[in-house]
């Protein structure tokens, strides 16, 4: 019988009450008992960071803690005082702010109307647009990034750029409390130094941080407290971040002990002709002469910082933005370029970094995702045979292991890792030849992480030809057979995954110089 995980840790004995206390917090819907009586502490100051396994309950805390829930039982102190937060709006009043992984920031307003909306800076009901755009640069500069332009369409920026966006909005509202959910996702290493930059100067003028990651060393270096969530329950609250053991977090958050490892590399490096060959690809502003090529069964990584081009060269390559110059090749066949069909056509296929919003239709269903892109396969006289398509969207869950297996649920339902299986899932159904996968494993918990890195090395050895992007260098290369390393717009090295580290990375992407 499984021992229970459950542990009451009593953090250190501190005379001060803390900022806000949840306690027995408890959320009912329809089937399911999402939380099942959470208790947090978070102290003025302090960055608690809050961990658990997809599903585990975490987005939902938030969304109760930010007003968008309400809790079925469970009480809620604030400064002391007991309060219902009924509503997104109550939380702001209150000085609770929460940052979302999934920005709602409006692409078509500028970055000071984004970090005012809803509250708006006027003069005699008159938007005062100077004042809010001197207040947003000062927003903007106390988090490190003064070249973000206050008058800049938010849709022109990059993903690191709306992050900090979304943070400045915090900040607008002169928050006591912020929740930060994945705020480093999308950030590279040299952008999350400063994240933990803001978030101790943040910390030291007395601002509470709920930080949520599935990075463990970064809980570890930004982490006051700890706690842990599991199946809705908490599975240890008060524990130290800076001295509480690795393997006991995984254990806590998953029930075992896990090994986070990456999979054997083969012991002979794939050869032959190549699968995929890209030469002399180029796009002005973005990247240039980029030339490389990936056998049958190789998994080649791309290193290097956010807006370095790595995620532009997939697209590419994918048909998704047009070459001014080069070629791609697959199978000894040049594509068409620009042409998102050809590249399909021709057995490419492309997980991208937004799954939810570039890659899933979240209110279809799980089999629908993954028949997608072969329904010309199940057409007969015009008409789309469910019994066939049903049957091969089964026998993908069941090979990729998606939990649950039901191929009629919403893939919105799904954990992060679950819905990242049934991307895969399309591609393998399609034949795929080639797979470019970019940030696989963004928003995945510590468990799902292993089993993903798993299945991409078994597609390999499968044949296929896998290309890698992501921001975590450690990830590129304990994934990956050969690196390339990217940095401003260039390739600046390729070579085997086994004969560098991640030193040699930074340096490189940092640098822009080559290897010695």
């Known amino acids: 019988m499984e021992t229970s995980t459950e542990t009451r840790l009593t953090p250190e004995p501190d005379a001060t009450e803390p900022l806000l206390r949840m306690r027995g917090i408890v959320k009912r819907f329809p089937g399911v008992r999402a939380l099942d009586g959470i ?14 396994q997809n599903g585990a309950g975490k987005s939902t805390l938030i969304k109760v803690l930010s007003g968008a829930h ?60 100077a004042d809010a755009n001197r207040s947003a640069a000062g927003l903007l500069r106390r988090l490190g990034h003064p070249e973000i332009a206050p008058a800049t369409e938010v849709g022109r920026l990059s993903s690191a750029g709306k992050q900090i966006v979304s943070m400045a909005r915090a900040l607008s509202h002169e928050a006591k409390l912020i929740v930060m959910d994945e705020p480093s996702a999308v950030l590279d290493q040299h952008e999350v130094r400063r994240l933990f930059g803001v978030i ?8 509470g941080i709920v930080y949520i990651s599935h990075r463990l060393e970064e809980i570890r270096e930004i982490g006051d407290r700890v706690t842990v969530l599991k199946d809705g329950h908490t599975a240890a609250t008060g524990l130290a971040a800076a001295t509480t053991p690795t393997s006991e977090i ?39 002469d980029v030339t490389f090529s990936v056998a049958a069964g190789e998994v080649v990584g791309l290193a290097g910082l956010v807006g370095s081009g790595r995620s532009e060269i997939l697209e590419t390559i994918y048909g998704a933005r047009r070459s001014k110059a080069g070629s791609v090749t697959v199978g000894g066949r040049r594509l068409r370029a620009g042409s998102v ?23 279809e269903s799980v089999g629908r995702n993954i028949t997608l892109a072969s329904l010309t396969r199940f057409a007969r006289g015009g008409f789309v045979n469910r019994r066939d398509e049903r049957r091969a969207a089964d026998e993908q869950v069941a090979a990729l292991d998606v939990r649950p297996s039901d191929v009629e649920r919403h893939v919105r339902t799904l954990s992060g ?31 799902a992480r292993s089993e993903i890195y798993t299945l991409i090395r078994d597609l390999a050895e499968s044949g296929i030809a896998v290309v890698v992007v992501s921001s975590e260098i450690e990830e590129v290369i304990g994934l990956s057979d050969r690196v390339l390393v990217v940095s401003d717009g260039a390739i600046v090295h390729d070579g085997p995954a086994a004969e560098i580290d991640e030193h040699a990375v930074l340096d490189m992407v940092m640098e822009g110089k080559t290897a010695a």
């Open 70 to 129: 309400q809790p079925d039982d469970g009480t809620i102190d604030w400064q002391g005082e007991r309060i219902r937060i009924i509503d997104p709006q109550a939380a702001l009043d209150h000085g609770i702010a929460t940052i979302y992984q999934e920005l709602d920031l409006v692409d078509g307003l500028t970055v000071a109307e984004n970090i005012y909306l809803g509250h708006e800076r006027a003069r005699w009901g008159v938007v005062a647009r």
């Open 200 to 207: 101790r100067e943040l910390a030291a003028q007395g601002v």
């Open 417 to 447: 890792g679950n819905q990242q299986k049934v991307v895969l899932a399309r591609w393998l159904l399609h034949d795929c030849r080639v797979l470019l996968l970019d940030e696989p494993t963004r928003g995945v918990d510590v468990g």
């Open 250 to 288: 995984i254990r806590l958050m998953t029930g075992r002990a896990i090994e986070y490892a990456f999979p054997d590399r083969p012991a002979t490096p794939p050869s032959g002709e190549p699968m995929l060959a890209v030469s002399g690809v180029s796009r002005p502003g973005e990247f240039r």
């Open 341 to 363: 069909g050809a590249a399909v056509a021709a057995g490419v296929g492309l997980c991208p970094e937004e799954r939810k919003s570039q890659a899933l239709v979240l209110g």
């Open 39 to 52: 208790d947090i502490e978070v102290r003025a100051g302090d960055v608690h960071c809050l961990l658990g």
